[in-house]
C-alpha cells in the first residue's frame, strides 16, 4: 500500500522547480546521446505510471457508474445523462445541493440590501 505523504504536499511551483533542479542535476557530464537514452527511461517510467493510473480510473468510473461519454450516439440522438432513468443520474439528484445555492444567494442578496440600507 502506498504511503499516503507521497508525493508531498508541497506548492506546485516548488515541487516543479524540484523536478528541473533534479532534471539538472541528471545531466551530469553526459553526452546528447546518452542524457536522450537517460530522458527517454525516465518518460518511459512515467508513461507506465499514467497508463495503470488510466486504467485504474476507467475501472473504478465503471464501478461508480459515473464514466460518461457526452459524444456518444446516445447523447448525440437526445439521451442525456441528468435525465435519463435507465442509470439513475436524474437531476433531481442534485435537488439538494440546487437548493442550498440558492438560499446562499439569497442570503448574499439580503446581505447586499442591508448594506445599501445601511450607507443611504
Not at 553526452?31 to 536522450?36: C, D, I, L, R, T
Not at 475501472?59 to 459524444?71: A, G, Y
Not at 436524474?90 to 440600507?117: G, P, T
Request: proline share 2%; net charge neutral; hydrophobic share 35%.
Amino acid at each position: 500500500m502506498a504511503d499516503d505523504t507521497f508525493p508531498p504536499n508541497i506548492d506546485p511551483h516548488a515541487f516543479t522547480l524540484i523536478a528541473v533542479a533534479v532534471g539538472y542535476a541528471c545531466i551530469g557530464d553526459y553526452n546528447a546521446n546518452e542524457q536522450n537514452a537517460i530522458g527517454n527511461w525516465v518518460i518511459m517510467v512515467g508513461q507506465y505510471i499514467l497508463t495503470h493510473a488510466a486504467q485504474q480510473q476507467l475501472i473504478e468510473s465503471r464501478i461508480e457508474n459515473s464514466n460518461i461519454n457526452i459524444n456518444s450516439r446516445k447523447a448525440k440522438k437526445g439521451g442525456s445523462y441528468y435525465t435519463d432513468n435507465n442509470n439513475n443520474k436524474s437531476n433531481q439528484n442534485q435537488r439538494q445541493e440546487v437548493d442550498l445555492l440558492i438560499e446562499a444567494v439569497a442570503k448574499m442578496q439580503r446581505e447586499l440590501q442591508n448594506i445599501k440600507n445601511k450607507q443611504n
